[in-house]
């Protein structure tokens, strides 16, 4: 297992990370962990040399913690990294107060002692910055555990702009930070900008969504082709996380892998970890030109828009989308003969019709609360009124 030296300790950290937001389920209940699939999965990784563990206070409904504490318990605790994070929207106006009793109990359901880095969970604006973390006392609070040895690194991960990025880096010296960053967002969210200042200013890298909630992996067939001729013996998920490993100032990438496929496939893509190439970029600027041609909707399933006061299956019904979009099978009348518009037809609604009729996309309100949270910044409602629109244009 390749790893990278963090500044700070002098002490090498897996350059995977093991992301534990899409872990296997015995249900279609999010909470619903399946501990034995999940227990294997982490097992398999950390006998691979995974060493750094990524939870949250909200990950699988708050049902993460319980797992990685449990799954954790059965290795030395000096031989792992543990890293969680503080939900500032469930701080509030609660300041410090509120954000001592998530900590505790977190540090409960992780059946630990400290946690080795923390992070101020999904940074978004300034304001909201100041109001919880600044002026509420969060931040101070955060900085007294690490005072006393509860919290090791201190960092955040961010979904913001630029401005806002180079404000945090100004405002102090963090440890580490977390940003979303894979060869799609580089130029597509500015992320090479927010790469750019984390090396200016001296603060190493932790990166998610790498392969894009998975939307990396199942790219349109023209691009899966391109990436295929270049390297026949490499999985199309192997081109992203080494494009985010591939960077310097990169201390670890997150995978949130949840299956053992996935598993073995990263685990062997960073062992005997080797950089992309002047020719593997080239080759990739040619696959996102064609996977930007095929017009799907930058979703990582990330569910933060999973509390939709309708109950709106968001994730699922942009997957039936993307899937459809990614494989040019949208039932679109430009492009197709009389024959293929009814098979396209016939296949995107069967897809859509799985979701259920109350949880499809005509039950969109506008409310608006799911744009709020995106960290995509996704205009989830607009996106919405027009696959709506072309279901009822279709049936």
């Not at 080797?274 to 020719?279: D, G, I, M, N």
């Not at 996977?291 to 399933?301: D, E, H, K, Q």
């Not at 109950?311 to 494989?327: D, L, R, S, T």
């Not at 293929?340 to 039950?363: L, V």
Request: glycine residues 8%.
């Amino acid at each position: 297992m390749e790893n990278r030296i963090y500044a700070r300790t002098g002490k090498p950290v897996s350059l995977l990370g093991y992301g534990t937001m899409r872990m296997p389920l015995n249900s279609e209940d999010n909470k619903d962990i399946n501990y034995e699939a999940g227990k294997a999965l982490i097992d398999r990784a950390y006998k691979a040399g995974v060493n750094y563990f990524d939870t949250a206070y909200m990950y699988h409904g708050g049902e993460s913690e319980n797992f990685v504490g449990d799954a954790l318990s059965a290795y030395p605790r000096e031989t792992f990294y543990l890293a969680d994070k503080m939900p500032g929207w469930m701080v509030g106006d609660g300041g410090a107060a509120k954000a001592k009793e998530i900590f505790e109990d977190q540090l409960k359901k992780c059946r630990v002692d400290y946690i080795d880095f923390y992070l101020c969970h999904a940074l978004g604006s300034k304001e909201d910055f100041e109001k919880i973390y600044v002026n509420g006392g969060a931040l101070a609070y955060l900085d007294s555990e690490k005072e006393a040895g509860r919290i090791r690194n201190l960092g955040f991960s961010f979904h913001g702009s630029v401005e806002f990025f180079e404000y945090l880096m100004q405002f102090r010296k963090w440890d580490f930070c977390q940003i979303q960053l894979n060869y799609m967002d580089w130029d597509n969210q500015n992320a090479k900008e927010l790469y750019r200042l984390s090396v200016e200013y001296g603060v190493q890298l932790i990166i998610m969504e790498p392969v894009r909630g998975g939307s990396l992996v199942s790219l349109c067939d023209e691009a899966v082709s391109i990436l295929k001729t270049a390297e026949p013996d490499r999985s199309v998920a192997s081109w992203a996380i080494r494009f985010a490993a591939s960077l310097p100032n990169v201390l670890c990438v997150l995978s949130g892998m949840s299956n053992m496929e996935q598993v073995e496939d990263n685990c062997a893509t960073m062992t005997d970890f080797k950089a992309l190439t002047e020719e593997d970029h080239a080759t990739l600027a040619g696959a996102i030109a064609a996977y930007n041609r095929a017009g799907t909707i930058p979703c990582t399933a990330c569910r933060y828009c999973f509390e939709c006061p309708k109950g709106i299956q968001i994730p699922e019904i942009f997957a039936v989308y993307n899937n459809a979009a990614a494989e040019n099978r949208l039932p679109l009348t430009v492009g197709h003969t009389e024959e293929e518009f009814a098979a396209c037809k016939a296949a995107f609604i069967a897809e859509y019709d799985a979701i259920p009729a109350e949880a499809q996309a005509h039950n969109c309100v506008n409310c608006g609360k799911c744009k709020e949270v995106c960290p995509q910044s996704i205009d989830i409602p607009r996106k919405l009124r027009e696959i709506a629109g072309m279901v009822d244009r279709i049936r």
